[in-house]
């Protein structure tokens, strides 16, 4: 009998642990499975049990439904009030279109059979099988763009490297995933660590890079523990290491803890830490793929751009470039997160709107009030009202609203929300996170929490945020990097989409 | 959490292990925090020394990251996640419950990835979804 109860993170955080004890000390009999979580977090502890007619699924589990789940015959598929039905069959999930988290949930992240079982190394061989321009051609053609929130062609970012002579070369997959309300790179690590390895394994072989580093921040010890027993396997079996599957080919990974460091997930600052310094913000150019760690031109990428890649590879560039819109092309894991009443991953084609997220998805919010604000893109991103909510989410569409896709993380607010407490905390925030480096984002953030405070008080309200406006101007136009740069976002958007709130009378 | 006292002997033997490593402060200084619970001062001058470096490189590195201490750290640690999706769950107010009943243990942080099931708190390393005052009192045990 086997039974499978996630481990990711999240999961083990409300209780996985102790069901998956529950159900071994119950019947030792019972194989049970560690899956990654198949990310409808609302509905974890999620426990699936395989029977001949597929995957049965129970949740949300604690550890004291246990007992009634074996009197229930669970193992068996038996009904009880904790019953989902097939697996396939929830409509959360089978709504959903999974490219980059095709297998998260469904296979044993630690199982390279599994693995190979459900379509993992094809798109690797294959591209063992093509030049490196055809390689690239093929990623171009896709229309993959960066997943970490710029959005830059991942092809041309390739050419470049490719292009650029070196003795060594690097591919950095940056897994410092710091924005608050997204968790995909997280659980993508967890539950299935090796499509990046794929992924970074195709990069380097394209571009002639024989080390890939793997940049994760402190905060994710699980993901941290995984994905290294995960390069362990891979080099035990010849996936890694001097020969690629048997190849010509030569390819590492090792990997990099943060040190708590929001400002580390910009790619610069990344490579400086990396390099054992403290994380400050580069000039650029030149461009990291021209002279990037080290000095040596390197790939920095996402997680999900990198783990989208096996897919492309195996699958050919159409079948990825028939989703999406416009420009956004391809699918991107949304994150709902906040006061959400179903949470989780949300994986689509661009172009859903974000009523669908929030409340198809999501079903509004957990405190069954009102919702009456998400933020959109991580602590850099734009707060958007209910009126707002048709928006078609994708890269342009996102811009033209007055925000950014950043990296798909949407945090819901219910009517308690005061936006100019918000957009205070998005200062303070910067004031806390900011390098150092340029003088509009580390005095800048300090001024204007300042400034929001004094609005919030009552204090000379019109001239003040005049005051603060024209120091947004000054943010976004002369800060170094994103974390200046977009910090404004936030706080413009709280102050013209919820102007009641920043009037500075007393709530 | 129990950590061995400071040693300049076993910090050695650490830092000899990432001789080959190439940028290798941070990986020092975590090193030294991952055995002893803290980055002691005379730390400094020997991983300077050791690397090559000068001690403002150190001290540098030593002061940019949040996560590094140069204290040793009270015996359970509670990292409180203040993010905004953690906020939207009133992560705020469970804050200053726990910051007025453990005090110099608690400490905030900025996201666990935990954001659809928060408010999300660390004890000890243990990540703690839904959290309530009680489910942090009873991991800290």
Not at chain 1, 191 to 215: H, R, S
Not at chain 1, 299 to 320: E, K
Not at chain 2, 2 to 14: D, H, I, N, T
Request: net charge negative; aromatic share 6%.
């Amino acid at each position: 009998m086997r039974v499978y109860v996630p481990i990711d993170s999240a999961a083990v955080s409300i209780g996985a642990d102790e069901v998956a004890r529950e159900i071994a000390r119950i019947d030792p009999a019972v194989e049970i499975v560690r899956n990654g979580s198949r990310g409808a977090l609302w509905l974890e502890t999620l426990v699936e049990v395989q029977t001949p007619s597929g995957r049965i699924a129970y949740g949300p589990v604690m550890p004291n439904d246990v007992g009634s789940l074996f009197e229930a015959d669970f193992l068996s598929g038996g009904p009880h009030r904790l019953s989902l039905g097939a697996t396939d069959g929830i409509e959360w999930l089978a709504s959903q279109d999974r490219i980059t988290f095709a297998r998260v949930g469904i296979i044993d992240p630690l199982s390279l059979d599994d693995y190979r079982e459900h379509g993992g190394l094809v798109g690797l061989k294959r591209a063992l099988t093509l030049s490196a321009q055809e390689i690239i051609d093929e990623l171009s053609d896709s229309g993959l763009r960066g997943r970490g929130g710029a959005g830059f062609p991942a092809g041309i970012k390739w050419r470049t490297v490719l292009q650029t002579p070196a003795v060594q070369k690097y591919i950095c997959c940056n897994a410092d995933e710091g924005d608050s309300g997204t968790f995909a790179d997280r659980m993508l690590m967890e539950g299935d660590p090796f499509t990046l390895i794929e992924g970074m394994t195709i990069a380097g072989i394209t571009v002639g890079a024989t080390l890939g580093i793997v940049y994760i921040r402190s905060e994710y010890p699980a993901a941290i523990t995984t994905m290294q027993k995960a390069i362990d396997i891979a080099r035990a079996s010849n996936l890694l290491g001097e020969s690629v599957l048997g190849t010509t080919h030569s390819f590492n990974i090792s990997i990099r803890i943060g040190a708590g460091s929001y400002v580390c997930g910009e790619e610069t600052a990344m490579l400086e830490s990396i390099e054992g310094k403290r994380g400050v913000v580069r000039a650029k150019p030149p461009l990291p793929a021209v002279e990037g760690l080290f000095g040596q031109p390197t790939v920095i990428n996402n997680v999900l751009t990198l783990a989208t890649v096996p897919m492309i590879l195996a699958q050919g560039s159409q079948a990825y470039k028939e989703r999406g819109v416009g420009r956004s092309l391809g699918t991107q894991v949304f994150q709902l997160a906040g006061n959400i009443a179903r949470g989780g991953i949300v994986e689509k084609a661009f172009g859903v709107t974000l009523e669908d997220l929030v409340n198809t998805y999501g079903g509004g919010s957990l405190s069954a009030r009102a919702v009456r604000a998400v933020q959109v893109g991580g602590p850099l991103g734009a707060y958007f009202s209910t009126a707002q909510f048709g928006v078609s989410m994708d890269y342009e569409s996102l811009i033209a609203a007055g925000g950014m896709l950043g990296h798909g993380g949407i945090v819901v607010f219910d009517e308690s929300v005061d936006l100019a407490v918000q957009a205070k905390f998005a200062m303070e925030f910067c004031a806390i996170e900011s390098c150092g480096k340029c003088t509009p984002c580390r005095i800048g953030s300090t001024r204007g929490a300042e400034t929001i405070d004094l609005i919030i008080r009552g204090v000379e309200v019109d001239e003040n945020k005049r005051l603060l406006l024209d120091l947004c101007e000054v943010m976004s136009e002369g800060s170094l990097c994103a974390m200046g740069g977009l910090t404004p976002l936030p706080v413009k958007s709280a102050m013209i989409n919820f102007p009641s709130d920043f009037t500075g009378a007393a709530k | 959490m129990k950590y061995p006292p400071w040693s300049q002997v076993r910090a050695l033997e650490l830092l000899a292990i990432l001789r080959e490593e190439k940028g290798p402060v941070l990986m020092a200084l975590q090193a030294m925090q991952k055995e002893f619970g803290y980055v002691d001062k005379a730390s400094v001058v020997l991983i300077a020394n050791f690397f090559n470096k000068t001690r403002a490189d150190v001290h540098g590195v030593l002061t940019f990251y949040h996560d590094l201490r140069t204290t040793p750290p009270a015996q359970h640690q509670i990292s409180i996640c203040v993010a905004e999706a953690c906020q939207a769950v009133g992560g705020r107010s469970l804050e200053r419950e726990i910051k007025a009943i453990y005090g110099q243990e608690s400490h905030d942080a900025y996201c666990f990835g935990n954001c659809a099931l928060g408010p999300a708190v660390m004890v000890d390393g243990q990540l703690i979804g839904r959290a309530t005052v009680e489910k942090i009192t009873q991991a800290r045990r």
